[in-house]
């Protein structure tokens, strides 16, 4: 992605800041989260507005997602310039799931950074931990997340943000995000 692209591949989106850390010579990374950025959850959201949620099936119909077109697209172009890794709030226990959705959507190979299983703390507070552990030695070039709150935290912290606009929005998932620290 050449100067003239970058700018064409965050134009319409929210995008703010940029915070560099020590290269030393490594392509910079752009960091995508998965759920409503590179995966349409819209299918799985009733197993979140049950009471109680049913996070199990929630969780166990993710290969089934329709990858979201604009953030596939996004993560592609990227590829050009920067070695993609991925942040999300998914649990450990479904990393070989997201690997093989990740590869069966043509999405660009890179490191995939995920919960632990046991961990309940919010997105905002797990992602920035990464986000900065990431920054200590290499460019982080931008972050692409649905989560508003993230993305505010991020800004704050002065990563270059772009907020992921084009998944319809869940309720039931942004309380997942924040509150239950599911996703």
Known sequence: MNSSSRG???????????????????????????????????????????KPRDWDAFFAAAPQDPPLAEGVALAVESAEECDVVYLTGRPERCRQDTLDWLDAHGLPTGRVYMRRNDDRRPARRTKLEILRRLARTREVRVLVDDDELVCEDARREGFHVVLARWATPSTELKTAQEREGRT
């Open 8 to 50: 064409a591949a965050v134009s319409g989106r929210e995008a703010v800041g940029g915070r560099r850390g020590a290269a030393g010579g490594k392509r910079p990374l752009a960091v995508f989260d998965l759920d409503n950025t590179l995966a349409d959850t819209a299918h799985r959201q009733r197993f979140l507005e049950r």
